[in-house]
């Protein structure tokens, strides 16, 4: 079992920037690649940022790339996500996910484990 914890979210101006952390307890971190997903009101949950266990890959959505950059600190058991240029459309629920299975990373039914979220609004 892993617990999952984020924190970082809050409300800031087109342009700005957040770093949202999720912090991991329980089996050993580095067991499990990481990512995180958003969702939207009214709409379906969505892929965002994906790191591979020892951090040697990493993937991200096309409307972040460029903008967002997750990382892992594996001794500090947690997984980040800085996102800058900050556009009202990345407003959300933002949750991180723990993941053991060999599917696709794209799919939030492949992750193992979930956050419960942390919400991030950007004003225009």
């Known amino acids: 079992q892993v617990q999952l914890v984020e924190s970082g979210g809050g409300l800031v101006q087109a342009g700005g920037s957040l770093r949202l952390s999720c912090a991991a307890s329980?089996?050993?971190?580095?067991?499990?690649?990481m990512g995180w997903f958003r969702q939207a009101p009214g709409k379906e949950r969505e892929f965002v940022a994906y790191i591979s266990r020892y951090a040697g890959t990493t993937y991200y959505a096309d409307s972040v790339k460029g903008r967002f950059t997750i990382s892992r600190d594996n001794a500090k058991n947690t997984v980040y996500l800085q996102m800058n240029s900050l556009k009202p459309e990345d407003t959300a629920v933002y949750y991180c996910a723990a993941k053991a299975k060999t599917g696709t990373y794209l799919e939030g039914g492949q992750y193992d484990y979930w956050g419960q979220g942390t919400q991030v609004t950007v004003s225009s």
């Open positions: 329980g089996r050993a971190f580095s067991n499990y690649a």
